[in-house]
């Protein structure tokens, strides 16, 4: 009888028998792998899914606890355990499909090497001193347009001069 022999199996398994579990996955191990294969389409994770579902039996044994069929508690918990892996396969390519967007790989930039800080600073240190021997009105310009990011519009309001005398001190400034 089949069913008594599920519930004995069961009572072995949770006695520890370890041949018990190893009958057990013999007898349905290829079942198993061909139904979880319907839900995740590869081979490998099908096995994969079906082993885990053995081992973490294994690793719960003490506290198996079968109610009706054994069969059809191993295909509820193969069934279960496939459509969270589907899950976690879709979550994983929506997340990657997120990740890949120019305005999100903008966001994430890699962190800057040790080397180009130190350029960089290095040249923030070699600006800042070349604005500071400008002469008045052109090193304010200089640093309304590039520090403040002011516009010449701007630019020409706060200091009282025209915008072409914006550009014309711009123009001075950088040569």
């Known amino acids: 009888d089949l069913t008594q022999s599920s519930a004995d199996l069961v009572g072995r398994i949770r006695g520890g028998d370890a041949r018990a579990l190893e009958e057990l996955f013999r007898r ?51 069934r279960n355990r496939a459509l969270n892996a589907r899950k976690h396969t879709l979550v994983e390519r929506e997340w990657a ?8 790989r903008v966001l994430h930039r890699a962190p800057r090497r ?10 923030d240190a070699r600006v800042r001193s070349a604005i500071a021997h400008l002469p008045e009105r052109c090193r ?12 010449h ?13 914006v550009e014309i001190q711009l123009t001075r400034g950088l040569r």
């Open 28 to 78: 349905e191990y290829v079942a198993l792998c061909r139904f979880a294969n319907r839900y995740v389409r590869d081979a490998a994770a099908s096995e994969d899914l079906v082993q885990d579902l053995f081992t973490t039996i294994w690793a719960n044994r003490a506290r198996l606890d079968v109610r009706g069929s054994l069969r059809a508690y191993l295909f509820t918990a193969v």
């Open 97 to 104: 499909r997120e990740e890949s967007a120019p305005e999100v």
């Open 114 to 123: 040790p080397d180009e800080l130190l350029d960089e600073s290095e040249r």
């Open 140 to 151: 304010l310009v200089m640093q309304l347009r590039w520090q403040e990011q002011l516009g």
């Open 153 to 165: 519009a701007d630019i020409a309001a706060i200091m009282g001069i025209t915008i072409k005398g």
